[in-house]
Structure formats: structure tokens, C-alpha cells
T-cell receptor, first 114, second 113 residues
Framework: GDSVTQMEGPVTLSEEAFLTINCTYT??????LFWYVQYPGEGLQLLLK?????DKGSNKGFEATYRKETTSFHLEKGSVQVSDSAVYFC?????????????FGTGTLLAVQP | KAGVTQTPRYLIKTRGQQVTLSCSPI?????VSWYQQTPGQGLQFLFE???????NKGNFPGRFSGRQFSNSRSEMNVSTLELGDSALYLCASRRDSNNSPLHFGNGTRLTVT
């Protein structure tokens, strides 16, 4: 079945360090891919998206490229800040009829220390 | 533009009771979905409504139900509550077009004692 696998956390980094959170997926068909972020006590915020192979999503310094050949959508940021501390979820969505739903990875907790 | 609004933010119920959660989608969004988030199971899809009809359903027992009104607002009901129903319940809305992302509310935190 369709699934998303992302790296286990927590990921602990110092401020201004480089961030990579790995995400791979399995899907029948051609999914759209998303990264959502969840801050403590809040819901999920859409961080970025990519809808087809080789698309690059970007927002707030975060980037991820839809790699069909490796079925991956790794999240990167060149210089993290303390305010980036949150849980990050990779997700896929298959559009159309009965399959309209997000399938999430387990989430990766990022802790950035000053 | 107002985001997805969920009420109430917090609920405490006892086993055997029933509960109703409410969700107002972003204006113009006709698709509303519900997800359950727990530490053990992560984020799981409950159901999706579109034009007052349930279009898709996850693997939850019949105690979990929902409905959507003509203004796209949605409610979710859980009957005969169990301790394991304690979770954050998230509502999300989107435009019904390909590649349109889901936008989530802040959730309702349900605690069953």
C-alpha cells in the first residue's frame, strides 16, 4: 500500500547548522508530496509542496525536491534557527475520488539549540 | 482570509459518553477531512466530506461518524467513548481541485477519563 517513511528523531542541531530530514515514499500512481510543520500545541501548517517529478518546493528557507527515481522528498535548510524547532511531517496525497487523503510519515522532531 | 476553525479547543469526557466536534473550513473550500493524531499511531485519516456527502473513509469503527452542512461546515461525532479515543482531532479543508493542498485547523484535544 501507499506509505511514507521519514527519519527517526529527534534531530538536535545548533543554530545556523545545515538541516536534512530524509523522506521516502511508496505510492501507486503519481502522488503530490508535502512537508507540514507542527509547533507545540498547534495544528499542522503547510510548509511546502511539489506536485510532479523534479519539482522543487520552497518556503522560509526550506527546500525539497520531488525525486521520482529515488522516490524521495528530503527536506533541507541551509541555516536553522531556534524558531525552527518543531515536528516535521512528510506526506503524500493521491488525488481523485476515493483516494483523496493525506498519508503521513511518523514525524521528525527537530530541536535547535542556541 | 480566516483559516480553518475548530471548536472547542479542549474537551474532557468520561468513558461511555459521546462527543461532537465542529469545524469551519476556509471560505470557498468544499472538501473537509478529519484526522486523528495520537503518540502511538501518528496521524490517521478518519473521513472526508464533500458537498454534504462522505466521499472517503478510513479504518475506524462505526462509533466515529461525521456530517457536512450546506455551508461546508462539518461536525464529527464519537459515541461510546473509550480511553483510546483520547487524541488530537484535526480538521482540514481544501479546494476540490488537483494539487490543492490541505489546510489544517489547530485541532480539538479530547481527553477521555
Amino acid at each position: 500500500g501507499d506509505s511514507v517513511t521519514q527519519m527517526e528523531g529527534p534531530v538536535t542541531l545548533s543554530e545556523e547548522a545545515f538541516l536534512t530530514i530524509n523522506c521516502t515514499y511508496t505510492a501507486t500512481g503519481y502522488p503530490s508530496l508535502f512537508w507540514y510543520v507542527q509547533y507545540p500545541g498547534e495544528g499542522l501548517q503547510l510548509l511546502l509542496k511539489a506536485t510532479k517529478a523534479d519539482d522543487k518546493g520552497s518556503n522560509k528557507g526550506f527546500e525539497a525536491t520531488y525525486r521520482k527515481e529515488t522516490t524521495s522528498f528530503h527536506l533541507e535548510k541551509g541555516s536553522v534557527q531556534v524558531s525552527d524547532s518543531a515536528v516535521y511531517f512528510c506526506a503524500l496525497f493521491l488525488y481523485g475520488g476515493a483516494t483523496n487523503k493525506l498519508i503521513f510519515g511518523t514525524g521528525t522532531l527537530l530541536a535547535v539549540q542556541p | 482570509k480566516a483559516g480553518v476553525t475548530q471548536t472547542p479547543r479542549y474537551l474532557i469526557k468520561t468513558r461511555g459518553q459521546q462527543v461532537t466536534l465542529s469545524c469551519s473550513p476556509i471560505s470557498g473550500h468544499r472538501s473537509v477531512s478529519w484526522y486523528q493524531q495520537t503518540p502511538g499511531q501518528g496521524l490517521q485519516f478518519l473521513f472526508e466530506y464533500f458537498s454534504e456527502t462522505q466521499r472517503n473513509k478510513g479504518n475506524f469503527p462505526g462509533r466515529f461518524s461525521g456530517r457536512q452542512f450546506s455551508n461546508s461546515r462539518s461536525e464529527m461525532n464519537v459515541s461510546t467513548l473509550e480511553l483510546g479515543d483520547s487524541a488530537l482531532y484535526l480538521c482540514a479543508s481544501r479546494r476540490d481541485s488537483n494539487n490543492s493542498p490541505l489546510h489544517f485547523g489547530n485541532g480539538t484535544r479530547l481527553t477521555v477519563t
